[in-house]
């Protein structure tokens, strides 16, 4: 069973930059695919962005495309997301997700593991 613990949300202003982590433990960090999730209220959970297992291959949703980076630290189990020139638009609950096999994926259905989440509140 693995276990996904999110970290480094708060508020920040529009326009500025936030780093997330997700922490796992309980496997081996290195046989999973990871991904970034994020539900508004009222609106439907949402693909971020996503990592390879091994880190080669990465995706990210068009709205965010070219305002975040995804990596991740086998060494550290851990998983980031670093977003920069945050909208209001971006408020959110953010979510980690781990999965089996390899490539990235955006569909929460293939995800087997979640955090519980963090909440992103950016103000304009």
């Known amino acids: 069973q693995v276990q996904l613990v999110e970290s480094g949300g708060g508020l920040v202003q529009a326009g500025g930059s936030l780093s997330l982590a997700c922490t796992a433990s309980g496997g081996t960090f290195s046989n999973y695919g990871l991904g970034w999730f994020r539900q508004a209220p009222g609106k439907e959970r949402e693909f971020v962005a996503a990592?390879?297992?091994?880190?080669?291959?990465?995706a990210a949703a068009d709205y965010v495309r070219g305002r975040l980076t995804i990596s991740k630290e086998n060494a550290k189990s851990t998983v980031y997301l670093r977003m920069n020139s945050l909208k209001p638009e971006d408020t959110a609950v953010y979510y980690c997700?781990?999965?089996?096999?390899?490539?990235?994926?955006?569909?929460?259905?293939?995800?087997?593991?979640w955090g519980q989440g963090t909440q992103v509140t950016v103000s304009s």
């Open positions: 997700a781990a999965r089996n096999g390899p490539g990235s994926s955006s569909r929460g259905s293939d995800y087997v593991y």
């Open positions: 990592i390879s297992r091994t880190g080669g291959s990465t």
